[in-house]
């Protein structure tokens, strides 16, 4: 029997697991430790560990991201969060120039373990700043390793590959999934987990496949359920960089169709890197173009607006429907 965790229950309990692991893991942001965070996914961190490992910080994202840098260098693993995704930008210089270059400038003789959480993407009624989808930053970006998670399962086992890794990771998570519930089981050997860079099939099908991540896996699946008329099979991409083509391709040459669905604006979105790479690899077995369900181009709407903005169940089943078309 596993427990019965949200989202970010999982997070803080991976959290917790890699700090008793390794002493030289530091949580670290804006109102983390006392508050346990504002949406308290560290809660209960200061306490056991104490402020020497859970550092409430300035009102300064370039200084959490640059301080966390010189930790790294200096031996330690901290993970730090970006409150809302849309304050990450002050930090931008210290991620894009020094924290996704330092190993390749240092020829390898320095490693980044740098974890980066951000609650990312809509649906929870906030205004612009704290309802973005910035993860096309990041996956342009050589250098960083990039992941949404969409269950709890993932998100406990993800944030602790995400602590032990040597490169940094950006760790995106979708604020309004974090307190849906399913079993997680704690007690597999971490070695066990599934790797954190494989996209998974959470639904097989055989007529259209349908990739999705974070926030949009649950609507994805939400349309195969819906569609009477067409078997869909749903795919957890998980890692946005690296992406896991080949899990990608093995579906797509099989169904012969590809939707790719995201909260993230369509134009310069992940999902026109993988239509162009799906269609490069798998030309010949296409019977449709790659559909891409996405957020308008337009900056994020007040918050009356939003549930137009985000794409939803009847925009996925219509890109499902378009892909048939043809």
Same mark, same amino acid.
Request: some cysteine.
């Given at each position: 029997?596993?427990?019965?965790?949200?989202?970010?229950?999982?997070?803080?309990?991976?959290?917790?697991?890699?700090?008793?692991?390794?002493?030289?893991?530091?949580?670290?942001?804006?109102?983390?430790?006392?508050?346990?965070?504002?949406?308290?996914?560290?809660?209960?961190?200061?306490?056991?560990?104490?402020?020497?490992?859970?550092?409430?910080?300035?009102?300064?994202?370039?200084?959490?991201?640059?301080?966390?840098?010189?930790?790294?260098?200096?031996?330690?693993?901290?993970?730090?969060?970006?409150?809302?995704?849309?304050?990450?930008?002050?930090?931008?210089?210290?991620?894009?120039?020094?924290?996704?270059?330092?190993?390749?400038?240092?020829?390898?003789?320095?490693?980044? +373990? =740098?974890?980066?959480?951000? &609650?990312?993407?809509?649906?929870?009624?906030?205004? /612009?700043?704290?309802? %973005?989808? #910035?993860? @096309?930053?990041?996956?342009?970006?050589?250098?960083?390793?990039?992941?949404?998670?969409?269950?709890?399962?993932?998100?406990?086992?993800?944030?602790?590959?995400?602590?032990?890794?040597?490169? +940094? =990771?950006?760790?995106?998570? &979708?604020?309004?999934?974090?307190?849906?519930?399913? /079993?997680?089981?704690? %007690?597999? #050997?971490? @070695?066990?987990?599934?790797?954190?860079?494989?996209?998974?099939?959470?639904?097989?099908?055989?007529?259209?496949?349908?990739?999705?991540?974070?926030?949009?896996?649950?609507?994805?699946?939400?349309?195969?359920?819906?569609?009477?008329?067409?078997?869909?099979?749903?795919?957890?991409?998980?890692?946005?960089?690296?992406?896991?083509?080949?899990?990608?391709?093995?579906?797509?040459?099989?169904?012969?169709?590809?939707?790719?669905?995201?909260?993230?604006?369509?134009?310069?979105?992940?999902?026109?890197?993988?239509?162009?790479?799906?269609?490069?690899?798998?030309?010949?077995?296409?019977?449709?173009?790659?559909?891409?369900?996405?957020?308008?181009?337009?900056?994020?709407?007040?918050?009356?607006?939003?549930?137009?903005?985000?794409?939803?169940?009847?925009?996925?089943?219509?890109?499902?429907?378009?892909?048939?078309?043809?």
């Amino acid at each position: 029997m596993g427990t019965n965790l949200t989202i970010g229950k999982a997070i803080n309990a991976g959290l917790r697991a890699s700090m008793e692991h390794d002493p030289k893991v530091l949580v670290m942001g804006e109102d983390v430790g006392r508050l346990g965070g504002v949406f308290r996914v560290t809660d209960g961190l200061y306490k056991d560990f104490g402020a020497d490992r859970v550092i409430d910080t300035p009102l300064a994202e370039s200084g959490i991201v640059g301080t966390a840098i010189g930790l790294a260098m200096r031996g330690y693993r901290p993970v730090v969060e970006i409150q809302f995704d849309g304050f990450f930008f002050p930090a931008a210089n210290q991620t894009f120039t020094q924290l996704a270059k330092m190993r390749r400038r240092s020829a390898g003789k320095l490693s980044m +373990p =740098v974890v980066m959480r951000i &609650p990312y993407g809509g649906g929870i009624g906030a205004v /612009e700043h704290h309802s %973005e989808s #910035p993860e @096309a930053y990041f996956i342009h970006t050589s250098g960083l390793r990039v992941v949404s998670v969409a269950n709890p399962e993932d998100a406990y086992w993800m944030i602790q590959q995400a602590v032990r890794s040597d490169d +940094p =990771v950006i760790f995106l998570e &979708p604020k309004r999934r974090y307190y849906e519930k399913s /079993e997680v089981d704690t %007690e597999i #050997p971490f @070695a066990e987990a599934a790797p954190m860079g494989a996209a998974r099939v959470v639904r097989p099908g055989t007529d259209v496949t349908l990739l999705a991540y974070g926030p949009m896996v649950k609507t994805a699946l939400q349309a195969a359920e819906a569609d009477d008329e067409h078997s869909i099979e749903v795919i957890d991409l998980r890692s946005l960089s690296p992406v896991d083509y080949p899990t990608i391709v093995e579906s797509v040459r099989r169904t012969g169709r590809l939707v790719v669905a995201h909260e993230a604006v369509l134009t310069g979105g992940p999902g026109a890197e993988i239509a162009a790479r799906v269609t490069e690899e798998c030309f010949y077995h296409l019977e449709s173009p790659v559909i891409r369900v996405a957020a308008f181009d337009t900056p994020y709407p007040q918050s009356r607006l939003e549930e137009y903005y985000l794409p939803d169940l009847d925009r996925v089943l219509d890109g499902v429907d378009r892909a048939f078309a043809y």
